[in-house]
């Protein structure tokens, strides 16, 4: 808090100054002027939260002089100080909105009481201006806060205490409630034939929601369900409690739904009931049980994650050796049918020779090649549904496990579709390097890893790391960094987003660390850096 004293006798200042108890009032810092010439030259070098100021003062007095303040700095409250009970200088002081007029000579405990409610009264108008600001940040970010706050709760290992959690949900206006429990049902396209590409569209996952509050109301359940969009073959519901008998029927009604009218099969995970704050564990035993048996279908209520993921490892370490899918990639992406070929046959004599291998290793080989076909579609922008139309295609896709010649059979029909596509101009790094960069800028507001990345170009991250770095000059986490920090730069200096949205929208829950990276990349913290650079 900022004081100016304002009076042409010097005597009268230092009285002030010595008679009141500054330090009961929190020893704010207190500046004094002689003239309305030199409190003005204060108020342009820096901010002042009370003025209080003498009346009668030559050339220019202390009613003209407030009337400039509340032109200029109309946040400044003033006291005015007279030796005359003048009604005029009452009547002028009052309409321009003093909030004490004091006759002197000053009891200096009157004026230290008037002080007092007047700091209470500009902290109490400073909490409430904060707490409207960010009302209004919520209620114009409301659907980017609310999927941030269970993204958070359920995605990362929050650790959150169930009253921290009643705050935000209070906040957000979120239909929750701490003292129920919930759980997750996580949704999956399963079938090979369904196209991925429509779940890009938000018409088709709108399509999906709708469908599943038609299928609860007509199993008899009103509770609001909230929707997270994982990634392109993934939906994952948070719903209130209920009995797995009737959610069974919700959810068969809602796999059947999706099956006929959209066209969409997939398979469906329940977890247990829990609290709000364990949701995160329930969401990682889900996605454990999927990856250790990948082939699950229809309505599933895993207690717990079955093992057998080391089959999945031990089929990926057998084909490491054989396979390198960037070249895969390279190849399909520019229409080399020969090396193609040649890398099939390659590949399938080795693991013929390899001992122990298993019926899964063939379907395992199948999906790396379909990974390294979608990659290279992506990288020339096909759309990937379109070749679940391509005559009799369907048919060699379901025999192409069963033997080496059927996986062929489906091969030569892969690359007959793939001579109808475009081919890729330029190199399939540049092309990877710029796609990735299109994703990072498209999803600042996430919190990006590069498991993700890789995923969504179909290749591993040691390689996505590499080949970025390699490509750009600049590590890929620093670029992702970078772009964060540069959006959070542009929103300081051009909205008022108080700057813990402003974090959340740079895709930062800890706000701790977002101020401490911020003022490492750019020398300032948040608030500097908008009262430097902002409009």
Not at 72 to 87: C, D, K, M, Q, W
Not at 440 to 451: M, S
Not at 466 to 482: C, M, Q, R, V, W
């Amino acid at each position: 808090m900022v004081l100016l004293l304002v009076d042409d006798q010097q005597s009268v200042l230092d009285g002030i100054l010595a008679g009141v108890d500054w330090k009961a009032l929190g020893s704010p810092e207190v500046l004094t002027a002689n003239s309305a010439l030199q409190a003005k030259e204060w108020f342009q070098a820096q901010a002042v939260d009370i003025l209080v100021c003498d009346i009668e003062m030559p050339i220019e007095n202390g009613l003209e002089l407030f009337r400039w303040v509340r032109e200029n700095y109309p946040r400044t409250e003033g006291i005015f100080l007279t030796s005359h009970a003048v009604f005029d200088y009452a009547q002028t002081a009052l309409k321009l909105g003093s909030f004490e007029y004091l006759v002197q000579p000053i009891d200096y405990r009157e004026l230290e009481l008037s002080l007092k409610r007047l700091m209470n009264h500009i902290y109490n108008e400073r909490e409430n201006r904060g707490l409207s600001e960010i009302g209004t940040a919520v209620i114009e970010n409301r659907e980017v806060l609310v999927r941030h706050f269970w993204t958070n709760l359920i995605l990362t290992e929050s650790n959150k205490r169930l009253e921290s959690i009643a705050k935000d949900i209070l906040l957000l206006g979120i239909p929750a409630d701490v003292r129920k429990k919930y759980m997750l049902v996580l949704l999956t396209v399963k079938d090979e034939h369904v196209s991925l590409g429509r779940w890009d569209t938000e018409s088709a996952i709108n399509n999906i929601c709708a469908l599943f509050s038609q299928c609860a109301e007509l199993a008899g359940e009103t509770d609001n369900v909230f929707f997270l969009q994982l990634d392109d073959i993934h939906l994952l519901a948070v719903m209130r409690e209920q009995q797995n008998s009737r959610l069974y029927e919700t959810l068969k009604l809602w796999l059947d739904a999706c099956a006929q009218s959209l066209s969409i099969h997939c398979s469906c995970l329940a977890s247990s009931a829990v609290p709000l704050n364990g949701l995160d564990k329930q969401y990682r035993k889900l996605r454990a049980f999927e990856e250790s048996d990948p082939f699950v279908r229809g309505i599933v209520f895993p207690e717990h994650p079955r093992p057998p993921r080391e089959e999945v490892e031990r089929l990926s370490a057998m084909l490491a050796p054989y396979t390198d899918f960037e070249s895969w990639i390279r190849f399909f992406s520019h229409g080399e049918d020969g090396k193609l070929r040649e890398e099939l046959e390659s590949c399938l004599e080795k693991i013929g020779r390899t001992p122990g291998v298993s019926a899964n290793v063939l379907f395992f080989f199948y999906q790396q090649i379909m990974g390294a076909f979608f990659a290279s579609l992506r990288m020339r922008n096909v759309k990937e549904g379109d070749i679940y139309t391509t005559n009799n295609y369907l048919a060699l896709l379901v025999r192409a496990r069963n033997s080496a010649d059927d996986l062929r059979a489906w091969f030569d029909a892969l690359l007959e579709y793939n001579k109808t596509l475009p081919l890729l101009q330029g190199s399939t790094e540049h092309a990877l390097v710029n796609q990735l960069k299109e994703y990072i800028n498209a999803h600042l507001d996430l919190d990006l890893t590069r498991k993700e990345l890789a995923e969504q170009v179909y290749l591993s991250e040691s390689y996505v790391s590499h080949l970025f770095s390699k490509e750009t000059g600049e590590p890929l986490a620093d670029y992702i960094t970078n772009r964060k920090i540069e959006l959070a730069q542009n929103l300081l200096s051009t909205t008022s987003y108080p700057v813990s949205i402003i974090a959340v929208k740079a895709g930062y829950s800890n706000f701790s660390y977002f101020s401490k990276l911020f003022k490492k990349k750019t020398g300032l913290a948040p608030n500097e850096y908008r009262k430097a650079y902002g409009a």
